[in-house]
T-cell receptor, first 113, second 114 residues
Framework: DMKVTQMPRYLIKRMGENVLLECGQDMSHETMYWYRQDPGLGLQLIYISYDVDSNSEGDIPKGYRVSRKKREHFSLILDSAKTNQTSVYFC????????????FGEGSRLIVV | KTQVEQSPQSLVVRQGENCVLQCNYSVTPDNHLRWFKQDTGKGLVSLTVLVDQKDKTSNGRYSATLDKDAKHSTLHITATLLDDTATYICVVGDRGSALGRLHFGAGTQLIVIP
């Protein structure tokens, strides 16, 4: 069963705290993504990972970092969360050679107060 | 600048009616276009992908068209059901591999009422 799993689904953090969002996929996809979705905007790419330890910045990487030590796991880290990082974060994965096929997780809703 | 514009922003239809969602884009090159359905509080689920210069696809009650000359796509939903209530998102890819970038529209919120 092809699936992208995100944890946690909901999170409330205080400004300045660290945040770890985790994503797993069971399809052996090389490429994984982190997006954020805000009202009235299309999904914005934060980071893309082409494989283990092969990560590239997306369009809005500032304030975020990522880690990919195993092909099936891709983590998004916020060091010292800010209120403007309140958002819904989506992880996705795809086969490298067919990036037009994306599988999305169900999202992690982060509130920073 | 937004490169993928969807209209209308929101739409209310009665169950059983048909509806058409629009997507205009300025992404270049435009390798493919995909429509996703996003239920409230859920992830995006692919409905269909269009690839050819002038393309048409059909997936049950969903059908879509793409005209790359006009940089325009439509998503038709026939005989809407209450479960069609969702946000529909148009995504344009500038390449066919993961090396390309995906450009997301903000979505059309469809509400189907009894």
């Amino acid at each position: 069963d092809m699936k992208v799993t995100q944890m946690p689904r909901y999170l409330i953090k205080r400004m300045g705290e660290n945040v770890l969002l985790e994503c797993g996929q069971d399809m052996s996809h090389e490429t994984m993504y982190w997006y954020r979705q805000d009202p009235g905007l299309g999904l914005q790419l934060i980071y893309i990972s082409y494989d283990v330890d092969s990560n590239s910045e997306g369009d809005i990487p500032k304030g975020y970092r990522v880690s990919r030590k195993k092909r099936e796991h891709f983590s998004l880290i916020l060091d010292s969360a800010k209120t403007n990082q309140t958002s819904v974060y989506f992880c996705a994965s795809s086969l490298h050679r067919s990036g037009n096929t994306l599988y999305f997780g169900e999202g992690s809703r982060l509130i920073v107060v | 600048k937004t490169q993928v514009e969807q209209s209308p922003q929101s739409l209310v239809v009665r169950q059983g009616e048909n509806c058409v969602l629009q997507c205009n884009y300025s992404v270049t090159p435009d390798n493919h276009l995909r429509w996703f359905k996003q239920d409230t509080g859920k992830g995006l689920v692919s409905l269909t992908v269009l690839v050819d210069q002038k393309d048409k696809t059909s997936n049950g009650r969903y059908s879509a068209t793409l005209d790359k000359d006009a940089k325009h796509s439509t998503l038709h939903i026939t005989a809407t059901l209450l479960d069609d209530t969702a946000t529909y998102i148009c995504v344009v890819g500038d390449r066919g591999s993961a090396l390309g970038r995906l450009h997301f529209g903000a979505g059309t919120q469809l509400i189907v009422i009894p």
